[in-house]
């Protein structure tokens, strides 16, 4: 299809891409779209967005006034803030990437599943057989990822420990994987991670490719696996349905060739494409520091060719490229779209999961990480949850459509209850859409999933494992409790309505003793009190409670210390207190100070 670039004085352009950062004034895109900032203030005006010339709006904001304009439009990897825009800049020299400029890349292959049903060995079975070089001595080292060759094209494969991993990556905004390959064991069948591989796998909208390994064992049964998948909503062709299912055997490489084969089909029919002369863009797999060498990073190039002397910068680390080992241990002078490698020159390390990008100058990329590190505190500080009630706002304003959620049960009748009454809420505007149910408590891998899809954790009589609740919050992600099913889905029905109510819980600020009534004018009473917990603030809530029943909720009208005027008394002091259109004090009563917070069901 071709698409009109910015037209002003009638020009024309060829079919070509914006490419969009993740953030960027308004200022920079006027310049992008080729207008005038009004006029790309008065298109968003149209959107309802009320915004200055200066101001940082994100891409799908700024996607608004380019399908105004008729431009096609892509996301650039996230570099955070000021790197975005230097980062989509460098692409080419206006922002716009010529769609000639792309060619096909490798396909970037994930291998997920229970343990002890032969990840490693699968991926041992594949490497020995279709590593070249191995007069070199193989690989010499592990860096967290391979190629293979097979058919004259190359298939990368990303060695992480499991889900978790593969999620906590995509949980900090890189979409790395293009295939996900689901191990099952014949003779075991769909185990309890199975169930979350596939759960994480669908999450991250990726092909799923299932291989039933140890058919070399006397008790595999590939018919009980595949019966297995169609429980999960996973058809394999054989019966009827669209996903690849291939028997393999990682002890004796039978159908090794035939599961690479089906992979590079997967691959052609995605179409995998990268621009291999721009700036190179990637993913930091994982980083460690060597005792000799210093830190070393392992990066996944996605777009662009990687050199030597290059200056990268990745999350809040810097440096310019000093040497490339290849995953055989091979040094190189660059690293092309779709390959993984291991890089020395950081300055610090980066983490896993980080976006790396190249920039032009030593300057530009001491710049972005000083920017980053001074925004870094200031971004953690304002880490807040999505929130039920955030997700009504967002269903109502049209920016989303399905309500995402993990569910975390006691027993697993309780999931399939709970998990059908969700599913067969529906609405207009939106939809739940379940990425996870299982049994017991919330676990980190449930918190890291949630985070990485946009998700709201509902807990059905479970707990949380121990320090699940600190990542939670440091992640922004709400976890909700419920003891009552029918109370859980009218939340979520109400979400979906658009009607959510907010639930508060009554905090008690604390208690004061009446110990003396002093008369006033105009008959008014004041309770001579000693505050005997917390404290007594002047703008809170009062209880009146005689004998532990309460008698009147009301305000304060008047606190004081002797004769001053306070705002708070603490414990252990003496005060005055008059309230708002209560009189009726006897010695003993107990005034308690409360307010209603705000708070998860």
């Not at 009109?4 to 060829?14: K, T, V, W, Y």
């Amino acid at each position: 299809m071709t698409t009109d670039g910015p037209n002003r004085g009638g020009r024309r352009g060829p079919s070509r891409t914006l490419v969009l950062p993740q953030t960027l004034s308004v200022k920079h895109l006027s310049e992008l779209v080729d207008q005038s900032p009004v006029d790309v203030i008065k298109q968003l005006m149209r959107n309802g967005i009320m915004v200055s010339m200066n101001q940082v709006i994100n891409h799908e904001v700024a996607a608004l006034v380019t399908a105004a304009y008729g431009i096609r439009t892509r996301v650039a990897e996230p570099v955070a803030e000021k790197g975005a825009l230097v980062g989509a800049a460098i692409r080419s020299g206006n922002g716009f990437e010529e769609d000639t400029a792309l060619a096909l890349r490798p396909p970037v292959v994930t291998i997920l599943g229970h343990v002890d049903h032969g990840k490693t060995s699968l991926l041992d079975s594949i490497r020995n057989a279709h590593v070249a070089d191995r007069e070199i001595g193989g690989i010499t080292q592990h860096i967290g990822a391979y190629q293979v060759d097979y058919q004259d094209q190359k298939i990368t494969f990303l060695d992480t420990p499991g889900h978790e991993a593969f999620t906590s990556i995509r949980s900090r905004g890189a979409r790395v994987t293009d295939i996900a390959v689901l191990v099952v064991a014949a003779d075991d069948g769909i185990m309890p991670q199975t169930e979350e591989a596939i759960d994480h796998a669908r999450a991250a909208e990726v092909p799923i490719v299932v291989a039933i390994n140890k058919m070399d064992l006397p008790g595999a049964d590939p018919e009980r696996v595949k019966r297995q998948l169609s429980q999960h909503n996973l058809l394999v062709e054989d019966w009827g349905g669209d996903i690849i299912s291939v028997p393999v055997s990682a002890r004796t490489g039978e159908g090794i060739d035939d599961l690479l084969e089906n992979l590079l089909v997967v691959a052609e029919i995605a179409e995998l494409k990268a621009n291999p002369t721009s700036p190179a863009s990637g993913v930091i797999i994982e980083a460690k520091l060597d005792r000799k060498r210093g830190p070393t990073a392992t990066v996944l190039v996605q777009s662009g060719t990687l050199g030597v002397g290059d200056y990268v910068v990745a999350g809040t680390s810097w440096g310019r490229v000093k040497a490339i080992t290849n995953d055989r241990g091979r040094i190189v002078k660059e690293v092309v779209p779709g390959a993984p490698a291991e890089l020395l020159g950081f300055g610090s390390l980066p983490e896993a999961g980080d976006l790396m990008a190249v920039l032009p100058t030593e300057r530009m990329a001491r710049s972005i990480v000083h920017d980053r590190e001074r925004l870094k505190s200031t971004q953690q500080s304002q880490v807040r949850a999505l929130t039920l009630e955030e997700v009504v706002k967002q269903i109502d304003a049209g920016d989303i459509k399905e309500l995402n959620l993990v569910l975390k049960a006691d027993v697993q009748g309780s999931v399939e209850a709970v998990r059908q009454s969700l599913e067969r809420l529906t609405d207009a505007e939106a939809r739940v859409r379940i990425l996870h149910a299982g049994s017991g408590n919330v676990t980190e891998s449930d918190v890291l999933l949630a985070s990485a899809s946009n998700a709201i954790i509902v807990a059905f009589s479970v707990g949380e494992e121990m320090g699940v609740e600190r990542v939670a919050d440091r992640m922004g992600v709400e976890i909700r409790h419920y003891g009552i099913i029918y109370q859980l889905i009218d939340d979520v029905e109400q979400a979906l309505h658009g009607m959510l109510e907010p639930t508060f819980t009554d905090v008690i600020l604390g208690q004061a003793e009446v110990r003396e009534i002093f008369p006033s004018r105009r008959n008014v009473k004041i309770a001579g009190c000693r505050v005997i917990e917390g404290r007594i603030v002047r703008g809170a809530a009062i209880r009146v409670m005689r004998e532990g029943k309460t008698l009147e909720e009301t305000g304060i009208n008047s606190l004081r210390h002797f004769r001053d005027e306070v705002n708070e008394i603490t414990n252990g002091m003496d005060c005055g207190i008059l309230l708002t259109d209560f009189n009726d004090f006897e010695l003993g009563d107990i005034l308690q100070a409360h307010r209603q917070e705000r708070s998860q069901r």
